[in-house]
């Protein structure tokens, strides 16, 4: 790939013309030592502009859209609707803005290690241009074929490859011009369609600003040239329309607004919206800007829309022009970085958050893991931290959303770990995966309720969970013998007999035993549906999955209780003979061996089975459930 040739001093005064005051946002990123923090350094002091940081924004106050800022942000824009009191999740990156004398820029810092790479997917998402710093004497490594693979897949479609510390090498163009042809190759399979590369020197200042002849073989433009002479698309403002609504609020009582920012395309009053997920459609009547009402908003600006109907929109909801709407499923095809500490197990269920709602989220099918190295695609049953992966997501309901290559801000997500609250994964959607719209509820006649006043009880799950040995079996039996007495409609679901039909498909991996508690807790929900008693006992020895097993049901339908049963008295104990296989090396991934049990904070009961016996258990159950109505949790004393 040739190096830039440097224009002409009249064509280099007309694009910076054409791009005047309109701002750049660039991410730096970069391997460890490569120079990124030198470089950023002498773009910051030789542009000779005071440096401000994101938090330094004036605040001013509009009666229609209230507290606004200038400020820009630098957060990964997948920031749903929450419930009250929780906080906010985003992904966020280091911004400093500067001057030069043609244009304003706002330069986000990507830390080069891997435990940034978060910060790095928030910056790529905000940035119109990638700067990839290079040492000229390591070449092409495996974060700069990590870090542009992450840019691309983020939307970036603009890169400059500065390739630094060209005076330790005394300004070689044989290295220059070989580390220029290895990125062409990545580059084009990205699809990053315009690099420009530049050899320079963080240190010395060398053709960052200006050039000092240390490599006369070069013709080209500086890195500020070349960022002075980046084109903004304005595919943004021409895409098709959307408003991710982040608040409704009628300041007066003839008006009720929609708030939000603009992600994509242009509104004006008069033109046909529709509002998604729902569906309903009316025109935009009145917009409202921080100064004011408007004649039209574009992408980037925050507004509010005074529609012309009275129709219901929430936050969370998105509005769209009628002529391009967003999809609306619960399942799509997408990429996804994986960030977190723990490996992403499929079925696991994690907090999804996208640019107007939130949603339930599970990988369904992991279809390949991309190797950054040769990008090459290998089969994969789960992702570590950094990697990037091909899957299909299914959701808990349907959200609005867009492919990523269509609308950016619209077409991204982030993963939340529903009981860290810490960010986990990122990703961008490909398409909507047609059998979420082939396959509609079907509206049944009988429901629950009904079904639970046939026999007369309220169903109900009790879900018993500890180690192997700690006497789940025993209590569910001796449980389900007195609410039979008792005239009660019940099935227990034990797992080793679980294990012989529906899951005898899977083995004991975190993978494995994530999708065998997802089953169980599936079929439990039919159950309940059908108005049982529902006696699950299962080791279960995430704390996520029993969460995810509780949210399934009804406010009130879902019991956890604890086992409570010492390590070194489910060994003495050992019913079955598996604690010493395992012992022995001969059962691997056993709980509370060499896999890990994750005991409940707060379970619905506590069951100390070294102090009661298995009757006095299944008694305390009992009691539970007369007690169910003062959700009282309680700890069962002989």
């Known amino acids: 790939m040739p190096a830039v040739p440097r224009e002409t001093e009249d064509s280099n005064a007309s694009l910076a013309s054409r791009n005047r005051k309109r701002e750049l946002r660039f991410v730096i990123c970069g391997s460890v030592d490569d120079g990124k923090s030198t470089l950023l350094g002498r773009l910051l002091h030789d542009s000779r502009t005071v440096v401000r940081d994101r938090s330094s924004a004036l605040v001013t106050q509009n009666p229609i859209l209230g507290p606004q800022g200038d400020a820009v942000d630098c957060a990964m824009p997948v920031d749903g609707p929450?419930?009250?009191?929780?906080?906010?999740?985003?992904?966020?990156?280091?911004?400093?803005?500067?001057?030069?004398?043609?244009?304003?820029?706002?330069?986000?810092?990507?830390?080069?290690?891997?435990?940034?790479?978060?910060?790095l997917v928030a910056g790529a998402s905000n940035a119109d241009l990638a700067l990839l710093l290079v040492d000229v004497r390591k070449g092409i490594l495996t974060e700069t074929r990590r870090h542009s693979h992450i840019v691309s897949l983020m939307g970036v479609r603009q890169a400059i490859l500065a390739v630094n510390k060209m005076d330790l090498v005394g300004y070689r163009q044989d290295l220059f011009s070989s580390i220029v042809d290895?990125?062409?190759?990545?580059?084009?399979?990205?699809?990053?369609?315009?690099?420009?590369?530049?050899?320079?020197?963080?240190?010395?200042?060398?053709?960052?600003?200006?050039?000092?002849?240390?490599?006369?073989?070069?013709?080209?433009?500086?890195?500020?040239?070349?960022?002075?002479?980046?084109?903004?698309?304005?595919?943004?403002?021409?895409?098709?329309?959307r408003l991710p609504v982040e608040r409704v609020h009628r300041p007066k009582p003839e008006l009720r607004g929609s708030s939000g920012t603009v992600a994509s395309g242009r509104v004006e009053p008069g033109m046909p919206v529709v509002v998604s997920p729902s569906g309903e459609t009316t025109a935009v009547e009145r917009i409202f800007g921080p100064s004011g009402e408007l004649e039209s908003a574009v992408a980037g600006q925050s507004i509010t829309l005074v529609l012309a109907d009275e129709i219901d929109v929430s936050r969370g909801d998105m509005i769209a022009g009628t002529d391009r709407p967003p999809e609306v499923a619960d399942q799509f095809a997408a990429h996804l970085i994986w960030m977190d500490a723990r490996p992403m197990l499929p079925e696991r269920s994690y907090l999804a958050r996208f640019a107007s709602?939130?949603?339930?989220?599970?990988?369904?099918?992991?279809?390949?893991?991309?190797?950054?190295?040769?990008?090459?695609?290998?089969?994969?049953?789960?992702?570590?931290?950094?990697?990037?992966?091909?899957?299909?997501?299914?959701?808990?309901?349907?959200?609005?959303?867009?492919?990523?290559?269509?609308?950016?801000?619209?077409?991204?997500?982030?993963?939340?770990?529903?009981?860290?609250?810490?960010?986990?994964?990122?990703?961008?959607?490909?398409?909507?995966?047609?059998?979420?719209?082939?396959?509609?509820?079907?509206?049944l006649k009988t429901d629950k309720a009904e079904r639970a006043r046939a026999i007369g009880q309220k169903p109900c799950v009790l879900w018993l969970t500890g180690l192997s040995g700690a006497g789940k079996s025993t209590i569910a039996d001796r449980l389900e013998q007195k609410l039979r007495a008792l005239g009660k409609h019940t099935y227990v679901l034990d797992g080793d007999n679980v294990r012989h039909g529906l899951n005898r498909d899977l083995g004991f991996t975190d993978r494995d035993r994530v999708e065998n508690i997802r089953r169980v807790s599936e079929v439990a929900k039919l159950m309940v549906d059908a108005g049982l008693i529902v006696?699950?006992?299962?080791?279960?020895?995430?704390?996520?999955?029993?969460?995810?097993?509780?949210?399934?049901?009804?406010k009130g339908e879902f019991f956890e209780i604890f086992v409570d049963t010492p390590l070194d008295v489910c060994e003495a104990r050992d019913p079955k003979g598996l604690y010493v296989k395992a012992r022995r090396g001969e059962i691997p991934n056993f709980t509370g061996i060499d896999s890990p049990y994750e005991a409940p904070d707060e379970p619905d009961l506590r069951i100390d089975t070294t102090r009661l016996s298995a009757e006095k258990a299944a008694e305390s159950v009992v009691r539970l459930l007369r007690r169910a109505e003062s959700s009282i949790r309680i700890t069962d004393d002989p």
């Open 82 to 119: 929450r419930a009250q009191g929780e906080q906010a999740v985003t992904i966020e990156a280091a911004c400093r803005v500067f001057e030069s004398d043609r244009r304003k820029f706002i330069a986000i810092d990507a830390g080069g290690h891997d435990q940034h790479t978060q910060d």
């Open 182 to 241: 290895d990125y062409g190759a990545l580059a084009r399979e990205l699809g990053i369609e315009q690099v420009h590369a530049v050899p320079i020197s963080a240190l010395t200042g060398e053709n960052v600003f200006a050039g000092r002849n240390c490599a006369p073989w070069y013709d080209g433009p500086t890195l500020m040239e070349s960022l002075e002479a980046v084109e903004i698309e304005a595919d943004a403002e021409k895409g098709a329309f």
């Open 357 to 443: 709602a939130s949603a339930v989220a599970r990988v369904t099918d992991l279809t390949h893991r991309v190797d950054v190295d040769t990008l090459g695609r290998f089969a994969a049953k789960t992702l570590q931290r950094n990697e990037v992966g091909y899957c299909k997501m299914s959701l808990d309901r349907p959200v609005p959303f867009d492919s990523c290559s269509e609308v950016r801000r619209t077409g991204a997500f982030v993963l939340i770990d529903r009981l860290t609250n810490a960010t986990a994964g990122a990703g961008t959607i490909g398409f909507a995966l047609r059998r979420a719209s082939n396959v509609p509820w079907q509206e």
């Open 535 to 554: 006696i699950v006992s299962f080791i279960s020895p995430f704390r996520s999955e029993r969460e995810m097993a509780r949210k399934l049901m009804e």
